[in-house]
């Protein structure tokens, strides 16, 4: 499915760094955009979500969407070891009925 | 913090076989859902389920497939003929919403 874009690269950062992760998606109708965390072995996490455009924070973490460009961020900021996980984007459609998810970006930090 | 629970976390099941994979979803949510995982592939929608009944389900979702709610607190996914192709993660998981969803750990099938 393409509803939803993410350059699957995995990321090593030092601790104390910024991570910044992105993903692209297809339709301009799309109104939540959501952010999950997984750790290995476990299912995804609901770390934070938006609705419609601009930033939202949360504690060392912010989320982004451009809605003109059909574009949405990630940022951590302050990095910790305990960050070390798959980040996924995922956007619900068909009504809310599903979601399509990103394939996800490893991020590795190095203390 | 309420959590959406899913047995066996490992399932190991020969071709051919049915398989039921069981859930029990967060007891206020009303939205249920079926995803899965196939190793190093995107996290994929199978089902959602709504006052006892499908509400949405993908192309995966075929014959093969079925939902049950067989109770106040229990939702499964069973798998009738398992072939090696369903080998994944399963993930169930709730809503209160349909916005935020709470997944559980999985169940790892493994068909061989």
């Known amino acids: 499915q393409k509803e939803v874009e993410q350059d699957p690269g995995p990321l090593s950062v030092p601790e104390g ?6 993903c692209t998606y297809s339709n301009s109708a799309f109104q939540y955009f959501m952010w999950y965390r997984q750790y290995s072995r476990k ?12 930033n939202k924070e949360d504690g060392r973490f912010t989320a982004q969407v451009d809605k003109s460009s059909k574009y949405i961020s990630l940022f951590i900021r302050d990095s910790q070891p305990s960050d070390s996980a798959t980040y996924l984007c995922a956007i619900p459609y068909y009504g809310n009925n599903r979601l399509a998810f990103g394939k996800g970006n490893q ?3 190095i203390p | 913090e309420p959590e959406v629970t899913q047995t066996p976390s490992h399932q190991v099941t020969q071709m051919g076989q049915e398989v039921i994979l069981r859930c029990v979803p967060i007891s206020n ?32 979702f075929d014959d093969q497939f079925s939902v049950e709610r067989p109770d106040g607190s229990n939702f499964t996914l069973k798998i009738r003929s398992t072939k090696l192709e369903d080998s994944a993660m399963y993930f169930c998981a709730s809503s209160e919403d349909r916005v935020g969803y709470t997944f559980g750990s ?6 061989v």
Not at chain 1, 43 to 54: A, K, Q, R, V
Not at chain 2, 43 to 51: I, M, P, R, T
């Open chain 1, 17 to 22: 760094a910024i991570v910044s992760l992105n």
């Open chain 1, 43 to 54: 299912g995804p996490e609901l770390l934070m979500y938006t609705y419609s455009s601009g």
């Open chain 1, 107 to 109: 991020v590795v930090v």
């Open chain 2, 29 to 60: 949510h009303l939205y249920f859902y079926w995803y899965r995982q196939i190793l190093g592939q995107k996290v994929e929608f199978l089902v959602s389920f709504y006052n006892n009944e499908i509400s949405e389900k993908s192309e995966i």
């Open chain 2, 106 to 111: 999985g169940t790892r099938l493994t068909v």
